[in-house]
C-alpha cells in the first residue's frame, strides 16, 4: 500500500495498517514520509525580497502583500509586521492582493504530482482568512477592528479567502489530495480573542472553505499554534479533517480523544513539554499515549517531527524516539484495532 494510500485511510479512519508517518531525515537516514507538499512558484514578475539594514541593528523588508517586516539582523529568518499594507480601513477598496492564485505559478504542479504520485500531495495555502488579514492591518490593530470595525473585518478576511478558494480549485485540478494552511489561533492559555466573536467574524469563512475543498474532493489540514479548545469542537462540526497541532498537551489528549473518531490529529510529542524533557523514557511513554488516544479508531493520527530543532533547543535524537515508538507500535491488526491497544486492554 502506498503512503497516498495511507494516509486516505488513516483520514478517513479506513482499518490502514499503520498511523501516518511525516518525518525528515535523521543522521543523513530516511524516514517514512507519507505527505509531500506544493506551493505556488515565484515568477519574474515578481518583487524580490531584499533585507534592508534599518540601522538599529536589524533589518526590514516589504513582503509581497505590501507589509513592511522587520527582523534582528542575523537572529531568525523571518520578521514581524511593523508597517501594514493598509494603515486605513479607506485603502481597503483599492488595495490590490498578490497574484497568489495565477495560473502560471503552478504549471510544475502536473509533474509534482507525477513525480510523487505515491505521495499524499498537501496543497500550500497561506490561510483560511485571518493569518494574512491580520498581517495587512497588523495584529493589534486588526484586533481593535474586530470589536470596532468588523464589518469592514469581515470584507478583509472575504477578499483573502476569496483567494484562497481560487486556489484550491487550483490544487484540485493538479489532483492534489488535500490543501493545508496555518493559522495561529492560541495564546499560552486562551483564544487570541472572544469565542463568540469567532463564531460571529471568522466560523463562515472556514465553513466556506472546507465545504469548497470537499465538493473538489480536497481534505482541510490546518496548523495552529496554542490553547485553541474552544474552536477544536466547531471546526469539527464544520468537517475539518486533520488538525496539526505542535502542543496538543496543551490542547488536553482527553479533549482531543472525544474527537478522535471525527477528525485527524497531525503532531510530533509536545514540544513545550514532554519535548523538552530529553527523557526517553517519558518520551517514549507519550508517544504511547497519543498513539492510544488519537488514534484508536481505525486510524485519526499521524506522527510527525517539529522541524526546527535549533530554535526550540531540542536534540533530534529526541523526536527519533517518538519516530520508534509510532514506526514500531502503532500499527492496525485486520479489525482496525491498534495493536499497542489491544495489548493493553486499552481505549480501542
Known amino acids: 500500500m ?21 518525518f525528515t531525515d535523521f543522521n543523513g537516514q530516511p524516514r517514512i514520509r507519507d505527505t509531500v507538499g506544493i506551493g505556488p512558484a515565484a515568477l519574474p514578475s515578481d518583487r524580490e525580497a531584499i533585507w ?12 509581497s502583500w505590501g507589509c513592511t517586516q522587520r527582523r534582528l539582523k542575523g537572529r531568525i529568518r523571518r520578521g514581524e509586521i511593523v508597517k501594514p499594507a493598509i494603515t486605513d480601513w479607506a485603502q481597503l477598496d483599492s488595495y490590490q492582493p498578490p497574484d497568489i492564485a495565477n495560473p502560471a505559478r503552478y504549471e510544475h504542479g502536473p509533474q509534482a ?28 490593530n486588526y484586533l481593535c477592528d474586530c470589536a470596532l470595525y468588523p464589518e469592514k473585518v469581515r470584507r478583509l478576511n472575504r477578499m483573502v479567502n476569496d483567494l484562497v478558494l481560487q486556489q484550491v480549485e487550483i490544487y ?19 483564544l487570541m480573542i472572544n469565542p463568540q466573536m469567532w463564531h460571529e467574524i471568522f466560523k463562515p469563512d472556514f465553513e466556506r472553505l472546507i465545504n469548497h475543498a470537499h465538493s473538489r474532493g480536497l481534505t482541510v489540514w490546518m496548523h495552529s499554534c ?28 482527553d479533549l482531543m480523544a472525544d474527537f478522535s473518531d471525527r477528525v485527524t490529529y497531525w503532531c510530533p510529542v509536545d514540544i513545550q513539554k514532554t519535548l523538552q524533557t530529553g527523557d526517553e523514557q517519558t518520551i517514549k511513554a507519550k508517544a504511547r499515549e497519543m498513539l492510544v488516544k488519537l488514534g484508536s479508531h481505525g486510524g485519526g493520527f499521524i506522527g510527525k517531527d517539529y522541524p526546527d530543532d535549533f530554535s526550540i533547543r531540542t536534540d533530534p535524537l529526541w523526536q527519533h524516539w517518538a519516530y520508534e515508538v509510532w514506526r514500531d507500535e502503532g500499527k492496525y491488526n485486520s479489525a482496525g484495532k491498534l495493536a499497542i491497544a489491544v495489548r493493553r486492554g486499552e481505549r480501542g
Open 113 to 140: 504530482r507525477e513525480e510523487h504520485a505515491d505521495k499524499y500531495m498537501l496543497g500550500s495555502l497561506p490561510g483560511c482568512s485571518f493569518n494574512v488579514a491580520r498581517k495587512l492591518r497588523m495584529l493589534e
Open 52 to 63: 534592508e539594514d534599518d540601522g538599529k541593528g536589524g533589518e526590514i523588508m516589504v513582503d
Open 226 to 253: 496554542g490553547y485553541v479548545r474552544d474552536i477544536i469542537p466547531p471546526l469539527v462540526d464544520l468537517g475539518m479533517d486533520v488538525f496539526q497541532f505542535d502542543q496538543p498537551e496543551l490542547n488536553d489528549l
Open 2 to 22: 502506498t503512503s497516498r494510500e495511507i494516509i486516505r485511510k488513516v483520514v478517513e479512519r479506513d482499518n490502514p495498517p499503520r498511523v501516518g508517518l511525516t
Open 172 to 190: 484540485a485540478d493538479i489532483g492534489a489530495d488535500g490543501v493545508f494552511y496555518c493559522e495561529d489561533w492560541g495564546t499560552e492559555d486562551s
